[in-house]
C-alpha cells in the first residue's frame, strides 16, 4: 500500500473510523467470552510486533478499518471475562512511505478519537506514557514514548471505563484497550502496563 503524501485525509473518513469497533468485538466472536474469572497469562505475537498479558485464552481477527480516510487492515487480538473485554489492535504501514511518520502520528490519532467515540466519551488529548521493547528473550531493548487515555463512557446503557495506549514505532502502531464496568477498572491496569514491543 502506497503511503505517499498525496493521501486525502478526508473528513468523512473521520466519521467512518473504525465505527462500532466496541459492538464488533462484542458481536463479531472476536474476543471470547470466559468465565468471570481474570486468568491472566501472557501472549506473544511475533507477526504483530508485541506481547501482552491477557485474562483468559485470546482470539484475533483481521479487518479493513477506515483511519481519515486511510484504509488499513487492522488485527485485533483480545480476551472478554464478562462484561470486560481486553483488546490490541495491531496496524503495519508501508515503511518505505517518505512521509511515514507524518502518516503514522495522524493515524494514532484518528485510532484515539474513534476509540473514545465508541463509548461517547470527552475527547482528551491523553497524557504521556512510556513502552518498553524487548526482545525475543525478553530481554529489555529500550523505551518509547506512547499516548495513555483514560476515560468514562458507556456501552450500549452500561457505564464503562477505558484504559488505552495508543502506541506508533517504526512502521508499526497499536491501540492497547481495556474496556471494563466501572469496578473493575482496577484489573485494566494489569494489561495496559503489561505491553510492550517486541523487537524482531
Given amino acids: 500500500?502506497?503511503?505517499s503524501s498525496s493521501i486525502v485525509w478526508r473528513i468523512a473518513g473521520r466519521r467512518r473510523a473504525i465505527r462500532g469497533l466496541v459492538g464488533w468485538?462484542?458481536?463479531s466472536g472476536a474476543v471470547v467470552a470466559c468465565s468471570p474469572e481474570f486468568n491472566w497469562r501472557e501472549t506473544r505475537d511475533p507477526e504483530q510486533g508485541f506481547v501482552?498479558?491477557?485474562?483468559?485464552?485470546?482470539a484475533a481477527m483481521t479487518r479493513e478499518i477506515d483511519l481519515e480516510g486511510l484504509r488499513v487492515d487492522m488485527t485485533m487480538t483480545g480476551a472478554r471475562v464478562d462484561r470486560a473485554m481486553f483488546?490490541?489492535?495491531?496496524i503495519r504501514l508501508d515503511g518505505a512511505a517518505p512521509d511515514l511518520v507524518a502518516?503514522?502520528?495522524r493515524a494514532r490519532a484518528a485510532m484515539q478519537v474513534a476509540m473514545l467515540r465508541n463509548i461517547g466519551a470527552a475527547q482528551t488529548p491523553g497524557g504521556p506514557a512510556r513502552v518498553g521493547i524487548v526482545d525475543a528473550a525478553g530481554a529489555p531493548r529500550g523505551l518509547i514514548d506512547a499516548v495513555a487515555v483514560d476515560a468514562t463512557?458507556?456501552?450500549?446503557?452500561?457505564?464503562?471505563?477505558m484504559q488505552a495506549?495508543?502506541?506508533?514505532y517504526r512502521e508499526q502502531l497499536w491501540q492497547v484497550v481495556?474496556?471494563?464496568p466501572p469496578d473493575k477498572a482496577a484489573q485494566a491496569r494489569t494489561m495496559i502496563e503489561s505491553f510492550r514491543i517486541l523487537a524482531p
Fill in 153 to 161: 463512557g458507556k456501552v450500549g446503557a452500561d457505564p464503562v471505563v
Fill in 25 to 27: 468485538l462484542v458481536l
Fill in 103 to 105: 502518516v503514522r502520528d
Fill in 87 to 90: 483488546t490490541v489492535g495491531a
Fill in 52 to 58: 501482552v498479558l491477557l485474562p483468559g485464552r485470546p
Fill in 1 to 3: 500500500m502506497s503511503l
Fill in 165 to 168: 495506549l495508543f502506541v506508533a
Fill in 178 to 180: 481495556a474496556i471494563t
